[in-house]
């Protein structure tokens, strides 16, 4: 059974940092594209960075990011530990929302959610200004 496991939210203030992990079980998610998607209330589930497969090395891999993201948000992945991580700095308030990692078998950095895959159960972020 394919299972993503997020970790690492919480509450942080305005210009404060976090490290999202996503781990991943159940398979190896060699050739598979790892991404962050995150939803506020009452808004719908929105694209935030994603990460390809990076071949046989264990770090690397073509990146994407949210342009209300860039130069704050790094994606990474360990794939000897089927890991991607999530570094947020800079935090606004805007940031608050639940977080998402998934997985898309297909290896494409798309921002359509229903091209993914697989999806972890989601942690909360709220940054309080």
């Known amino acids: 059974q394919v299972q993503l496991v997020e970790s690492g939210g919480g509450l942080v203030q305005a210009g404060g940092s976090l490290r999202l992990s996503c781990a991943g079980s159940?398979?190896?998610?060699?050739?598979?594209?790892m991404g962050w998607f995150r939803q506020a209330p009452g808004k719908e589930r929105e694209f935030v960075a994603a990460?390809?497969?990076?071949?046989?090395?264990?770090?690397?891999?073509?990146?994407s990011y949210a342009d209300s993201v860039k130069g704050r948000f790094t994606v990474s992945r360990d794939n000897a530990k089927n890991t991607m991580y999530l570094q947020m700095n800079s935090l606004k308030p805007e940031d608050t929302a639940v977080y998402y990692c998934?997985?898309?078998?297909?290896?494409?950095?798309?921002?359509?959610?229903?091209?993914?895959?697989?999806w972890g159960q989601g942690t909360q972020v709220t940054v309080s200004s």
């Open positions: 998934a997985a898309n078998r297909g290896g494409a950095l798309t921002p359509r959610a229903n091209s993914w895959d697989y």
């Open positions: 159940g398979r190896s998610f060699s050739g598979y594209a």
């Open positions: 990460i390809s497969w990076s071949g046989g090395s264990t770090y690397g891999g073509r990146t």
